[in-house]
């Protein structure tokens, strides 16, 4: 095969799995795949990591069997690179004896680790991180301010030290402070210990970026809700850009009406729990970090299981890098049973009903509800019909007569019958497959 026709192969193949995988799936694992050139009727892919090629190879080695010629012991005529590491640091040149100027931001504390490179990215944080990149690219001219909300450990820190990145690489005349809520009343405490508040006034009131972590915390604190206050209107009347971030939204915060109206103005941005592919998208990530071959079926063990924020994932992570160390022992499933055995959350439990079925499967297939309770047997119907069946019989606790009754006065041993089908379709089908996980997923959360 022609060096070209393994190009367009390998494109086709890609089209193919753009339909066959999520969003998040395909933008994590297959959009950094680059083509090189190949050589002796060979593709030769250039890959981030070994995690993306493994990923690549155990999920999807039948599919690709489909598009790329194989060699003559019937392995596939593909090869891999690993993209070049960083080019190291340049030797240090020899220093001035002249004083050097401080950096404008010089005291400014960031997580060097917290930058957007380093932010998985999913359907649940997606609109939230590209509202932080449009404030760090044009800072005050976006969204003032931007007010990031949402649980413990899902990245609003991540996003804030970010920005504080990216102004400080990309706008570097422009003074910022990073500081948490706690911080900032430290500093007011001091200032007025001092007799400098004054001084305090200045600081803060002359930044061009302010990001300030955790907001909750001024919450029945009056005086120093009140300074904040004018430290925010001061800020915004010169166009400074202020992000926020807090637990809650402005609204459910026991701040001032006024202060709750000012947080208000701009952008106020959600960031939710990621679904299970950002999570082993998330875990692949940090492991590649830290140096740590991750199977797959072990993050898809983890990222299942442990699904309340992304702190607990890296926790977890660490938990079972540190046991094979000590224990000298692989990653596997024995030693991730035995060493992450009380991390293993179970979501609470909730009665689910036919019509939250027959609703996430009409959605799915894009058919109407009331058309999956008719008599009509077209295809388009039929088989989400059965789709909804096999669920039910899954999940609903209700007897058989009942979950069928639900269908349009359907017996029993017609659920019975769609069941057994959709149970012995699904083992072969990995589309169907997909399907009915994110339909399971849909109907559990």
Request: contains cysteine; charged residues 25%.
């Amino acid at each position: 095969m022609l060096t070209q026709d393994l190009k367009e192969a390998w494109f086709q193949f890609l089209d193919f799995v753009q339909d066959k995988c999520s969003a998040t799936e395909f933008e994590n694992w297959f959009a950094p795949i680059k083509v090189l050139e190949g050589t002796n009727g060979e593709l030769t892919l250039q890959v981030p990591n070994i995690f993306v090629q493994q990923y690549l190879i155990d999920n999807y080695r039948k599919d690709l069997r489909s598009f790329l010629p194989e060699r003559s012991d019937g392995s596939l005529s593909l090869r891999f690179s690993i993209a070049d590491e960083p080019p190291p640091n340049p030797p240090a040149l020899p220093q001035s004896s002249l004083p050097q100027t401080p950096s404008l931001n010089d005291g400014v504390k960031l997580n060097h680790a917290y930058t957007f490179p380093h932010f998985i990215e999913g359907p649940a944080n997606q609109f939230v991180k590209s509202a932080a990149l449009g404030v760090a690219m044009r800072p005050g001219k976006s969204y003032n301010p931007l007010f990031i909300h949402g649980g413990v450990g899902l990245g609003k820190t991540h996003l804030l030290h970010a920005i504080g990145h990216y102004v400080m690489e990309h706008h570097k005349k422009l003074k910022i402070q990073y500081i948490s809520t706690e911080g900032f009343i430290n500093d007011l405490v001091s200032s007025l210990r001092n007799k400098s508040s004054a001084k305090l006034k200045q600081f803060y009131r002359c930044l061009d970026v302010l990001l300030i972590d955790d907001i909750q915390f001024l919450q029945n604190r009056l005086n120093f809700e009140e300074e904040f206050c004018h430290t925010f209107e001061a800020l915004i009347q010169q166009s400074k850009q202020v992000i926020v971030t807090s637990d809650k939204p402005p609204g459910q915060l026991k701040l001032s009406e006024r202060m709750i109206a000012r947080m208000e103005w701009g952008l106020v941005a959600h960031i939710d729990i990621p679904d299970f592919e950002t999570r082993v998208a998330i875990l692949q990530h940090k492991a590649s970090l830290k140096g740590i071959r991750l199977p797959h079926k072990v993050a898809y063990f983890i990222a299942e299981h442990i699904f309340n924020n992304v702190r607990q994932l890296e926790g977890a992570l660490n938990r079972l890098s540190a046991y094979c160390q000590l224990m000298g022992k692989e990653i596997s499933d024995e030693v991730m049973a035995s060493s992450l055995g009380e991390w293993v959350q179970t979501r609470p439990s909730k009665r689910i009903s036919v019509e939250a079925i027959l609703k996430s499967v009409a959605t799915l297939f894009e058919v109407k509800e009331s058309d999956l309770r008719s008599p009509k047997r077209t295809k388009k119907i039929a088989f989400p019909r059965q789709v909804a069946m096999y669920l039910a019989k899954e999940l609903v606790s209700d007897s058989l007569m009942k979950i069928a009754q639900s269908f349009g006065g359907k017996t029993h041993s017609t659920l019975l019958h769609s069941w057994k089908k959709i149970a012995h379709q699904v083992e072969k089908d990995e589309k169907l497959k997909r399907q009915i996980e994110m339909a399971r997923r849909d109907i559990e959360k």
